[in-house]
């Protein structure tokens, strides 16, 4: 199982990478796509969208199942991943490179709330 | 969990096991729609052994068959020729689907699904009382003499069965679809549930892990459910449990060629069937949109509104596509509204069989 240790997780199995301009990279796992199984349709929010925590922001779909992805924390769309949308395998195939969408967080506080990699490791494998 | 005799040769092949009505069976070995691809380009195999093969022997098994099924087996007059048809409720639901094989007038192989098959054995010893018919039941998937059943379907799934079991060549190549032929053991059909050409072969349990060996080394590559189901959608075959259950006529499910009402024969199910004439329209949707159809969406069209059985996201077509029941004034080519989440989104009506042979037909 890749979980990698420089990334915030949540019990939704999103990914969320802090990147140095401040915004917020959000992804879905590697834990997550496996059990989805191969992507065919991603619907990405509108940019400039406010969202709060735990909020339902993006659609990912396998040939199998829909599932919803949520925002890790409150904030505003400030751009969306046009290249999943066009190739969801993306996904599949490297879920930590292809991020989803990026965030203004309300405030940057609220990622403290976050699992840590060891803490979402404890969550996957309890399941 | 109930395991198939291939269960192992599926964990060593790196399989993703699912619960499936109460059989541990693959979803699939990596991607599902490379598998998907692979049966329509070239060769995949698929375990079915969880379905039920049950032999019906006796003098009275075809007065038997020809009560309990809406088709008829009177048709059956060549060794080795299969019928697809539905077993009924007194209500006219179906109680399940399934292929019986015509061995000679005294034996029939019929093949059942796999959750339905205890209800199916038990409605059949029922009926066989009711009707005091001298016939034996006797199912074959688990005992001493149980069997086991690989679909190996795809353009080239003949010529790689024929590498791996040379001494059924003569017999097999020649057979036209949906017939069988007996060689030794092996009961090899040119059937299937992916619009492919293939065989689905039935063979004595203890065999079918080395089978399954050397149809791998042959390059015939493992499939599980997942492209399963999104080849019978495709083929635009019922899933039943899903497009059709005890409380659907079969007649509402598209199935109306499997029934036989213009015989004078009598089968379970014909009075209701007669009674209550078809209600809705069975087709198929093909999304105009970017998103996946699903069971259980309504569809809205200018007669009325009806549902989505069947819906997935088709890897051949690059489209979303769906089995609908419609109203019955829905003529094909015309479009519709899905409601998709918060969305409608147009689709159009087509006839349910979206790829056949590697070609795509709506």
Known sequence: MNIPSDLKYTRSHEWVRSEADGMLSIGITDHAQELLGDLVFIELPEVGRELAAEQEAAVVESVKAAADVYAPVAGSVVEVNQTVVDAPERVNQDPYTAWLFKMRPAAASDLDALLDAAAYQQLVEAA | ?362
């Open chain 2, 1 to 362: 969990m109930q395991k198939t005799v291939l269960n192992e040769s599926h964990r060593q092949g790196g399989a993703r096991m699912v619960d499936f009505g109460g059989w541990e069976m693959p979803l699939h070995y990596g991607s599902q729609i490379e598998e998907h691809h692979a049966v329509r380009r070239d060769a995949g195999m698929f375990d079915v052994s969880h379905m039920c093969a049950v032999d019906v022997r006796g003098s009275d098994a075809r007065a038997f068959l020809r009560r309990l099924i809406a088709n008829n087996v009177d048709r059956l007059t060549v060794p080795g020729k299969a019928l697809y048809s539905a077993m009924l409720n007194e209500a006219g639901g179906v109680i399940d689907d399934l292929i019986v094989y015509y061995l000679d007038d005294s034996s029939y192989r019929v093949v059942v699904n796999a959750g339905t098959a205890d209800k199916d054995l038990a409605w059949m010893a029922a009926r066989l009382g009711d009707w005091q018919l001298g016939a034996t039941i006797t199912p074959r998937r688990a005992g001493a003499d149980a069997l086991a059943m690989i679909a190996v379907q795809g353009p080239h799934a003949r010529e790689k069965v024929g590498q791996v079991l040379p001494e059924c060549r003569s017999a097999c190549a020649p057979l036209k679809p949906f017939f069988a032929a007996l060689v030794g053991d092996y009961l090899i059909a040119s059937t299937g549930y992916t619009g492919e050409d293939g065989y689905e072969i039935t063979l004595p349990a203890e065999q079918a892990a080395s089978l399954w060996q050397a149809l791998a080394e042959a390059g015939v590559r493992p499939c599980g459910l997942g492209a399963r189901d999104t080849l019978r959608l495709e083929a635009g075959m019922n899933l039943y449990g899903q497009d059709m259950d005890e409380t659907v006529s079969p007649l509402d499910a598209g199935l109306a060629w499997t029934v036989d009402l213009a015989s004078e024969r009598d089968f379970v199910g014909k009075a209701a069937l007669l009674a209550r004439p078809q209600q809705v329209q069975f087709l198929g949707l093909v999304l105009l949109e970017r998103g996946v159809l699903r069971a259980h969406q309504e569809v809205r069209t200018a007669h009325g509104n009806g549902q989505i059985t069947s819906g997935t996201f088709s890897p051949t077509m690059q489209q979303s596509i769906a089995l609908a029941r419609l109203p019955l004034a829905t003529a094909v080519g015309e479009t519709v509204q899905v409601a998709v989440r918060d969305k409608l989104l147009s689709a159009r009506v087509v006839r349910p069989a979206f790829v056949r042979n590697g070609h795509i037909l709506v």
